[in-house]
């Protein structure tokens, strides 16, 4: 998911995105929008106003606290997307799924062989990576792939130009600096990071501690990458977000038909007229 500032405005507009297997999902901090292609060919748009609880609460301030808010907010909105025929990307039975399905598998009973133990760091750094490898085969074996990329071209071209154009988002780069791809890596580190502390301080494996551990992760991964999208230039920035441009460039996103770049910035077209009818016309990027 990407969060987009866009500057000329009194209050500058907080843009998420989200890859279906039919199209793509927008949110704003008020409203989300979502264009899906049809199976008779055409584009359905639907859209509508998000809940305002975690607003009223200010939970977004607070440190660590407002990434979960952030995705449990983003998440709320998935079952009126899907009534209106958004498809989240779903594990297919393709062979290659099957294999990395039964490879994590495999390798995780290997993990726990108790002759055979890794140090505890390692061993979880490599239980992170297996659990995530069947998600990440099924993802690019899903046309969710082509609408990651049309996601990322519609948003980067209307942060070049403040506009909504076909011309500028098929220039525009496939990858975005704030993916939510980018918070797989640190992550993935905090958590084999936490779960080796936990493990050493309870002398145990806890799945309790392993909950708490991977929502801390995931938080604290989240104030990373936002901290680097705020820093872009600096050297910790580059290394933090090293790892999710790769994921970007050779698994989760792939060069998008016409067709779904279309699918892309109908669900942004819509989005912004939702916040111009509210806020009135923004102002063009400079």
């Given at each position: 998911?990407?969060?987009?500032?866009?500057?000329?405005?009194?209050?500058?507009?907080?843009?998420?995105?989200?890859?279906?297997?039919?199209?793509?999902?927008?949110?704003?901090?008020?409203?989300?929008?979502?264009?899906?292609?049809?199976?008779?060919?055409?584009?359905?748009?639907?859209?509508?106003?998000?809940?305002?609880?975690?607003?009223?609460?200010?939970?977004?301030?607070?440190?660590?606290?407002?990434?979960?808010?952030?995705?449990?907010?983003?998440?709320?909105?998935?079952?009126?997307?899907?009534?209106?025929?958004?498809?989240?990307?779903?594990?297919?039975?393709?062979?290659?799924?099957?294999?990395?399905?039964?490879?994590?598998?495999?390798?995780?009973?290997?993990?726990?062989?108790?002759?055979?133990?890794?140090?505890?760091?390692?061993?979880?750094?490599?239980?992170?990576?297996?659990?995530?490898?069947?998600?990440?085969?099924?993802?690019?074996?899903?046309?969710?792939?082509?609408?990651?990329?049309?996601?990322?071209?519609?948003?980067?071209?209307?942060?070049?130009?403040?506009?909504?154009?076909?011309?500028?988002?098929?220039?525009?780069?496939?990858?975005?600096?704030?993916?939510?791809?980018?918070?797989?890596?640190?992550?993935?580190?905090?958590?084999?990071?936490?779960?080796?502390?936990?493990?050493?301080?309870?002398?145990?494996?806890s799945q309790l501690a392993r909950l708490g551990v991977g929502l801390l992760s995931l938080s604290g991964a989240m104030e990373m990458i936002q901290w680097a999208s705020?820093?872009?230039?600096?050297?910790?920035?580059?290394?933090?977000?090293?790892?999710?441009?790769?994921?970007?460039?050779?698994?989760?996103?792939?060069?998008?038909?016409?067709?779904?770049?279309?699918?892309?910035?109908?669900?942004?077209?819509?989005?912004?007229?939702?916040?111009?009818?509210?806020?009135?016309?923004?102002?063009?990027?400079?």
């Amino acid at each position: 998911m990407e969060e987009s500032d866009t500057g000329g405005r009194t209050k500058r507009t907080r843009i998420g995105g989200m890859a279906l297997e039919n199209g793509v999902l927008f949110q704003s901090e008020r409203f989300w929008s979502m264009a899906v292609r049809r199976d008779g060919g055409g584009i359905e748009v639907a859209s509508g106003e998000k809940s305002a609880l975690p607003r009223r609460l200010g939970l977004r301030k607070i440190p660590m606290l407002r990434g979960l808010v952030s995705l449990s907010e983003s998440a709320a909105v998935l079952p009126e997307a899907h009534a209106h025929g958004g498809q989240l990307p779903v594990l297919m039975r393709s062979p290659g799924v099957l294999a990395s399905v039964l490879a994590s598998t495999l390798g995780t009973l290997a993990l726990k062989n108790p002759k055979k133990r890794l140090p505890p760091l390692i061993e979880e750094t490599v239980l992170a990576g297996l659990a995530l490898l069947p998600s990440l085969v099924a993802l690019r074996h899903s046309n969710a792939v082509q609408y990651h990329a049309a996601e990322h071209k519609s948003i980067n071209a209307y942060e070049a130009t403040g506009a909504v154009d076909e011309e500028g988002a098929q220039l525009a780069r496939a990858e975005h600096a704030r993916c939510g791809s980018n918070i797989v890596g640190p992550a993935l580190a905090l958590m084999a990071l936490g779960n080796t502390v936990s493990r050493h301080a309870l002398g145990r494996q806890s799945q309790l501690a392993r909950l708490g551990v991977g929502l801390l992760s995931l938080s604290g991964a989240m104030e990373m990458i936002q901290w680097a999208s705020r820093n872009p230039r600096s050297l910790w920035s580059k290394l933090l977000t090293t790892s999710g441009n790769g994921l970007q460039t050779f698994i989760t996103t792939r060069e998008p038909t016409g067709d779904q770049l279309d699918v892309g910035l109908a669900a942004l077209q819509e989005l912004l007229r939702l916040e111009t009818a509210v806020a009135g016309p923004p102002a063009a990027s400079v």
